[in-house]
């Protein structure tokens, strides 16, 4: 299968990374699995990962390629499906809102939760480890990879926000 991506993490030095694929999973990759001579990995770089054809191979995303993924995309949300078939009103896939610190008033950690997951955040992890309690949150949507770190110490929470491999405030 070929799934397309973004690179959020990259270590030069080691030659491995993490990739977001467009369906929120993750995956680790190394310079042995890139198979782009005319580009090296780097943080933010949309790429296609490639399992059809025995090891994985992983390559930069050129304009073209990026412009008929976008064109599935829309011939697949176009497609009609069974809810067609009822009375209900359609989902319409959304590009997650822009959240600012003034609205996040939460009360606890687990509100904090509920927050990112109603907002189209794919729950990637929520792991306790000597006191820290750490969730982390994904969403890939139209060429944005989002991800959101919580982390709670002492009753203290901690917001980490990624926009496409680049912390943001």
């Not at 989002?146 to 980490?160: A, G, N, R």
Request: charged content about 35%; aromatic content about 8%.
């Amino acid at each position: 299968m070929i799934f397309r991506g973004m690179i959020f993490q990259y270590n030069s030095e080691q030659g491995t990374g993490l990739i977001m694929l467009s369906d929120g999973e993750k995956k680790e990759f190394s310079t042995n699995d890139w198979a782009d001579n005319s580009n090296s990995p780097k943080i933010g770089l949309e790429i296609l990962y490639d399992t059809s054809a025995g090891p994985v191979k992983i390559k930069a995303l050129s304009a073209q390629e990026k412009s008929r993924f976008l064109e599935d995309e829309k011939k697949e949300k176009e497609k009609p499906d069974d809810k067609s078939l009822s009375n209900e009103e359609p989902e319409v896939a959304q590009k997650t809102e822009e959240v600012n610190d003034e609205t996040l008033a939460f009360t606890d950690f687990d509100e904090h939760v509920q927050y990112y997951v109603d907002h189209g955040f794919k729950l990637a992890r929520d792991a306790e480890n000597n006191g820290t309690r750490t969730a982390s949150f994904r969403n890939y949507v139209m060429g944005d990879f989002q991800e959101i770190t919580l982390k709670e110490t002492d009753s203290k929470i901690t917001v980490i926000k990624m926009l496409n491999g680049k912390q943001v405030d």
